[in-house]
């Protein structure tokens, strides 16, 4: 298994603004994915993060709005760009160990 | 595109009385189903992976099953810190997201006391 940090828990902003959340893992992986999880609805891959390498973007996700990087295979960070009330989700962090996803606690995002 | 739905959108169940959860999908080729359980404000938290039609996997009163179109997830005699939504998420066998899950909306179970 994993045992997977995210920083914040959560966080109010303001519209126009950007938020970093960072995402810490116990053990080296290979790759760290990124959901989101919008009220009301199920969760939704954003993007998946190799190390060295640029992340994926799911269909409906672009690079200038969730930059993500990945400098080494315990970390992870998203940022969510120019952010809209839209924007307001839980934002989640995963991993996979052995064919197995854990995630991440998660950082429940409010924009105002 | 793949499709995952589960059923039914809410149980309520009292102590004791046991049940079971759907969830079914359609992919092109299964890698794995997934099956998790997340409480309110918190990361989902792993329960089961299956692989291929016919298998099983059992946690305390949890035991999941897989068929070529659709899962099962019997809850035997819950208790009230049963209560949680669960979720269902499938992963395709090829394509360039390998390890993308899809996920269902969850079913929201209820355990009275």
């Known amino acids: 298994s994993a045992v997977i940090s995210q920083k914040p828990s959560r966080d109010i902003c303001q519209r126009g603004t950007s938020l970093t959340i960072q995402c810490q893992v116990d053990s080296q992986v290979t790759m760290m994915f990124w959901y989101r999880q919008q009220p009301g609805q199920s969760l939704t891959l954003i993007a998946t993060?190799?190390?060295?390498?640029?992340?994926?973007?799911e269909s409906g996700f672009v690079i200038d709005k969730f930059p993500i990087s990945r400098p080494n295979l315990t970390f992870s960070t998203l940022t969510v760009s120019n952010m809209s009330p839209e924007d307001s989700s839980i934002y989640l962090c995963?991993?996979?160990?052995?064919?197995?996803?854990?995630f991440g606690p998660g950082t429940r995002l409010t924009v105002t | 595109e793949d499709q995952v739905t589960q059923s039914p959108e809410a149980l309520r169940l009292q102590e004791g009385e046991s049940s079971s959860l759907n969830c079914s999908y359609t992919v092109s080729g299964l890698r794995g189903l997934f099956w998790y359980r997340q409480d309110p404000g918190k990361g989902p938290e792993f329960l089961f992976t299956?692989?291929?039609a016919g298998e099983e996997k059992e946690k305390e009163r949890l035991k999941a099953t897989l068929t070529k179109k659709e899962s099962f997830l019997h809850i035997t005699a819950p208790k009230p810190e049963d209560s949680a939504t669960y979720l269902c998420?499938?992963?395709?066998?090829?394509?360039?997201?390998?390890?993308?899950?899809?996920f269902g909306k969850g079913t929201l179970l209820t355990v009275n006391p």
């Open positions: 998420a499938v992963q395709e066998r090829s394509g360039g997201s390998n390890y993308k899950l899809t």
């Open positions: 995963s991993v996979e160990v052995s064919y197995e996803q854990y």
């Open positions: 299956l692989y291929s």
């Open positions: 993060a190799n190390q060295g390498s640029e992340a994926t973007y």
